[in-house]
T-cell receptor, first 117, second 110 residues
């Protein structure tokens, strides 16, 4: 089956630093990738839709200047948390539907646990 | 790497029929979550099961966690067109990392 990877799996950083998270589709091309955030005991929350070659679409309440998304190729999307603060500590997960498939079907990455001290 | 196999991948049924979706793994999870996702939206958490053998009901949906906490099932009774969507299971390990199943796309025809 299709595989989506994320790097890093874990990251601990100091408040005020920026953290980049990568999402890669390993055996398929993805023109669209989705970024989610999950706080403990809560549901996944869609943050933004990443589109290859164009600007990302952010959900209401998500600061686009704080969560920078770049989808430079058909297999890679990056999420950069700028000037991270402790309240940004969360589980970040990406997903991608294979380009030739319906957008309804997605493959999820393993997630990245961010802890901001 | 933990794997979670979800089946069936696609399911098309008539209104009123019953169905069961399965999630199976060789790994033990501390908890297992079930989500439903509609096109263009993020997954919505339906339920979290934590205890081996636990059964939770949400209206016509019945969720069960296997005794060994390696598998789970979602049973829908008398399916309705409004149940149409993508159902996802996700297992959480001790490190609070989620592993998602491949999803089951359900279509309920009126």
């Amino acid at each position: 089956g299709a595989v989506v990877s994320q790097h890093p799996s874990w990251v601990i950083c100091k408040s005020g630093t920026s953290v980049k998270i990568e999402c890669r589709s390993l055996d398929f091309q993805a023109t669209t990738m989705f970024w989610y955030r999950q706080f403990p005991k809560q549901s996944l929350m869609l943050m933004a839709t990443s589109n290859e070659g164009s600007k990302a679409t952010y959900e209401q309440g998500v600061e686009k200047d704080k969560f920078l998304i770049n989808h430079a190729s058909l297999t890679l999307s990056t999420l950069t948390v700028t000037s991270a603060h402790p309240e940004d500590s969360s589980f970040y997960i990406c997903s991608a539907p294979p380009a030739e498939w319906s957008i309804d079907t997605q493959y999820f990455g393993p997630g990245t646990r961010l802890t901001v001290l | 790497t933990q794997l979670l196999e979800q089946s069936p991948q696609f399911l098309s049924i008539q209104e009123g029929e019953n169905l069961t979706v399965y999630c199976n793994s060789s790994s033990v999870f501390s908890s297992l979550q079930w989500y439903r996702q509609e096109p263009g939206e993020g997954p919505v958490l339906l339920v979290t099961v934590v205890t081996g053998g636990e059964v939770k009901k949400l209206k016509r949906l019945t969720f069960q966690f296997g005794d060994a906490r390696k598998d789970s099932s979602l049973h829908i009774t008398a399916a309705q067109p409004g149940d149409t969507g993508l159902y996802l299971c996700a297992g959480e390990n001790a490190g609070n990392m989620l592993t998602f199943g491949g999803g089951t796309r359900l279509m309920v025809k009126p």
